[in-house]
């Protein structure tokens, strides 16, 4: 395929194959040495003859014409060679938010997972202000609001992708019995197959941003898509802080708000869902940027190969190549062997980490740092550790009072504390609950020792 011509477009390789289509990486050359690289996604041939599927795919397109944002993946041509339908789009050079939760199954720094979902929203409620060349509102309803369908970019600029089963409102509606989209982020009304509007985006995007800051989807544990289906309608959420200890009362609170059963509980639009997460950034002291997140994404993706580091990018499957002979297939099981096995202690190595989010952006998740970029403005560097000595983070549910003799140290969550090494006798307090208890802490060397209590379960008082 490499080389071939398609239309206009010079295809340099096939990226990935989905459910409907292919998606190549291409180039457009033009006169005077112009060069531009995109992407170009061509329906399945033997898909043209299904108009539903056909309609899906156009619909992308042309709704995508109809926006112009920067955080909205650019669409450039819908065109039609050798009675095959193609949409020529930007070609976004970084990974999707579904790869970031993958890579981090603690969550993400969360001042990195606000900005993203912020982006995410501005995108989102640009979409859903849109109006009709008579005026009139179109209140377009994504639907399919997801990590996957969230591109973000190596400049940290979060773009929002795939218009193709969204509607107006007035048409949101599950027709067939086909339910379309992905479950885990669907609303309990879209589940229903009911009539849905703007807040089933709120919705995803609450549980979009649950899983950003905790690595873990707010209804764990389900054995397949119907046991899931049942609990988003019947069962509350675990609650965010009970999924990843050390995240502000605030930022659970928005995520409680965007999960609502009830639509009329949500936020009403995007943009309120935005103002709530810009009230709870002046909680950090230090500030996340977009050249920050561009760190992280370029941090994740640098081990990638190109077609890859794109086929993570557009969320499709990758199309794997063919060994060319049994020679050419023993080297690629032994490869893959020798890559499973480095995954492995790379896990292996993570889980025996704290999962702390210190100061700078972006979380590294391997000891080498990489220095940010000259255009970024990095965070504030903390004080290097005295000669032999580590640090102490608390993770406390719901909160505490920390002391240390009688130096206190704050209610929690609270950034980390450096310590010479030996054992270092803490207070938790919480009045509330009646807790008033003392943590033996064995500080090491160069180490990061958690502490990671319940004190709502140890009082007794756990609903």
């Known amino acids: 395929m490499e080389g071939t011509v398609f239309g206009k477009y010079r295809i340099l390789g096939l990226l990935a194959t989905g459910g409907m289509g292919e998606v190549c990486l291409a ?3 033009g006169p005077a ?13 033997h898909l043209a003859a299904e108009p539903s599927l056909v ?14 944002h920067p955080n909205i993946i650019q669409i450039f041509e819908l065109g039609e060679t050798d009675g095959s339908y193609f949409i020529a789009m930007e070609y976004v050079r970084g990974c999707s938010a579904a790869r970031l939760v993958t890579r981090h199954t603690e969550g993400v720094d969360p001042r990195l997972a606000v900005l993203i979902v912020e982006q995410a929203l501005a995108g989102l409620a640009y979409v859903h202000s849109r109006t009709g060349e008579n005026g009139e509102p179109l209140r377009l309803v994504h639907r399919d609001v997801s990590p996957d369908n969230l591109l973000v970019s190596n400049e940290g600029v979060v773009k929002l ?38 807040r089933a985006d709120i919705y995803a995007m609450g549980v979009v941003l649950y899983e950003l800051a905790s690595g873990k989807h707010p209804f764990p544990g ?31 609170a928005v995520c409680t708000r965007a999960l609502a059963k009830e639509p009329g509980d949500r936020y009403t639009s995007a943009r309120e869902m935005a103002d709530a997460l810009a009230q709870i950034r002046p909680l950090w002291r230090d500030q996340a940027t977009s050249a920050h997140l561009g760190e992280l994404v370029q941090q994740v993706t640098k081990t990638d190969a190109p077609v890859e580091a794109f086929t993570r990018a557009v969320g499709e499957r990758p199309t794997p190549p063919r060994p060319k002979s049994r020679r050419g297939l023993v080297l ?16 292996y190595a993570l889980r025996r980490e704290p999962n702390a989010p210190p100061p700078p952006v972006p979380v590294m998740e391997s000891p080498a740092q990489i ?39 704050g209610p929690t969550p609270i950034e980390p504390i450096t310590l010479p090494v030996g054992t270092h006798v803490f207070t938790l307090r919480n009045p509330e609950l009646g807790i008033d208890t003392k943590v033996n802490v064995r500080v090491r060397n160069g180490t990061t020792t958690l502490v990671k209590r319940d004190l709502l379960r140890e009082s007794g008082r756990e609903k």
Request: charged content about 25%; overall charge positive; aromatic content about 8%.
């Open 27 to 29: 180039q457009l050359v």
């Open 371 to 409: 220095a940010p970029p000259e255009s970024a403005q990095p965070l504030p560097p903390r004080a290097k550790d005295a000669a032999r000595s580590g640090k102490v983070v608390f993770q406390i549910y719901p909160w505490a009072e920390i002391f240390l003799g009688t130096k206190r140290f």
């Open 33 to 45: 040495g112009y060069v531009k690289t995109l992407v170009v996604k061509r329906l399945l041939r």
């Open 222 to 252: 389900q054995a397949n898509e119907l046991a899931l289906m049942r609990a988003v309608q019947e069962n509350e959420p675990v609650p965010l802080r009970r999924a990843r200890l050390d995240l502000p009362a605030e930022l659970e």
């Open 161 to 198: 992708t795939d218009f193709g089963i969204a509607r107006a409102a007035a048409q949101a509606k599950t027709t067939g019995g086909v339910v379309r989209g992905k479950y885990r982020y669907m609303p309990p009304e879209q589940l229903r197959g009911e009539t849905v509007d703007q």
């Open 332 to 347: 690629a099981l032994t490869l893959t062997a020798a890559l499973v096995a480095g995954v492995t202690a790379v896990a």
């Open 55 to 68: 309609d899906l795919f156009l619909n992308e397109a042309r709704l995508a014409a109809l926006f112009d």
